[in-house]
Nanobody, 120 residues
């Protein structure tokens, strides 16, 4: 059994900052891709930032230079530092991870979601 628990998020004015955290726990042998998606009302879920299986970071163009993704040394936690937030960053943010629980295959797990609202 694997659990992904998120924290952070909230209400912030344009130009402000927020930090999201996500911790994976349970039976974890290895983690591949790990990162963040977001979904705004009426829109499809879209990737925001992620680490691939070898630790390279990728960002969607609209957040480059403003958001920073990081992981803890154990690799079971992922963070998203969001700076210079814009109105269009308002969305529910979801962490995810591809996790091998010892069965030889990777399964995608999602966090519960964290609401980020940017408003003046």
């Amino acid at each position: 059994q694997v659990h992904m628990v998120e924290s952070g998020g909230g209400l912030v004015q344009p130009g402000g900052s927020l930090r999201l955290s996500c911790v994976a726990s349970g039976t974890i042998f290895s983690i591949g891709d790990m990162g963040w998606y977001r979904q705004a009302p009426g829109k499809e879920r879209e990737p925001v930032a992620q680490f691939n299986g070898v630790g390279s970071a990728y960002y969607r163009d609209s957040v480059k230079g403003r958001f920073i993704i990081s992981r803890d040394n154990a690799g079971n936690a992922v963070y998203l530092q969001m700076n210079s937030l814009k109105l269009e960053d308002t969305a529910m943010y979801y962490c995810y991870a591809m996790i091998n629980s010892g069965k030889g295959t990777y399964t995608n797990y999602w966090g519960q979601g964290s609401q980020v609202t940017v408003s003046s």
